[in-house]
């Protein structure tokens, strides 16, 4: 039996919930072998981000290395990337050893305030790794950092997204999590002129701890899979609209998602357990 190789390239989460941690979870959930390399570490809690040390040049290198030299992934996807030169090495892994399906979640800030990304980097980012990726998973802040463009509505939104994509980007998935409204909906468009948006009921929770990072590894693992880029994005919502509806309420402050619901729906579905006739699960998708 064959099963995809899907590396994520991140911080760890001593917490549990985001970065690594919530990457390996998801790709497990999703069918797929899950690869790490990690770039960070942070001591990190539902409280916030306490201190954070970056992996030196040498170990990240060899990382990669240990990966490139013998494994044939399917796809990649990066999280938490630190400083310049992180992201300088991660160019030169993907080129070498030709990575496909490269997912890039631009994590610039944990939701606590903490910085994940040197500001200085930022540019590195855009210059050099976002060419060579097949998506980009920007948050509003994210999306403003990157463009310079204020998003206040659905018209400032698609203006930063043409503008992501003049800068040779392939394709864009600007998540809505922190816009307002009765909808989390996010909006897809690429260098073709394909666009979509995926919407779900906006949940009332605090329990939001890592849902960026594990919805782009949703998206890597099934892409992995073979699945179109518009499927992957659809389960992947579907994924983190359950991990979300049904949190686990672990620590004290803002908790993880529940990186097993999406899968316990699926059994109990088959089960005979009609739950997605629930309104958290009304999912849309449009053209
Ligand atoms: N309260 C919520 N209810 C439903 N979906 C949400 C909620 N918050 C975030 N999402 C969804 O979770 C995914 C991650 O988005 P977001 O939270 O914006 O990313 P990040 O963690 O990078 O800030 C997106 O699909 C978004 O629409
Ligand atoms: C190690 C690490 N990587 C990434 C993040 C940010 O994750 P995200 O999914 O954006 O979740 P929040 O931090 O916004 O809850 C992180 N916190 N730690």
Sequence with gaps: MTVPQVLTIAGSDSGGGAGIQA??????????????????????????????????????????????????????????????????????????????NLVVDPVMVAKGGHSLLEQQAIDTLKQLLLPHSVLVTPNTPEMELLTGIPITDDSSARRAMESLLETGVYAVLLKGGHRKGPTATDLYLDQTGKEFRLSTPRLDTTQTHGTGCTFSAAIAAELAKGN?????????????QAALAYPLHIGSGHGPTHHAAYRLFEERKEAGVNERTESVFHYGHSR
Excluded at 35 to 55: D, E, H, I, M, Y
Excluded at 228 to 239: H, I, L, N, V
């Design 23 to 100: 990457d390996l979870k998801t790709f497990q959930e999703r069918g797929v072998f899950g690869l790490s390399v990690l770039t960070a570490v942070t001591a990190q809690n539902t409280l916030g981000v306490q201190r954070v040390g970056v992996v030196e040049p040498e170990l990240l290198s060899a990382q990669l290395d240990s990966i490139g030299s013998d494994f044939q992934l399917a796809a990649v996807k990066t999280g938490m990337l630190a400083d310049p030169f992180t992201i300088e090495r991660v160019v030169e892994a993907v080129m070498t050893y030709s990575w496909p």
């Design 228 to 240: 179109s880029m518009e499927r992957a994005c659809g389960t992947a919502k579907q994924f983190i």
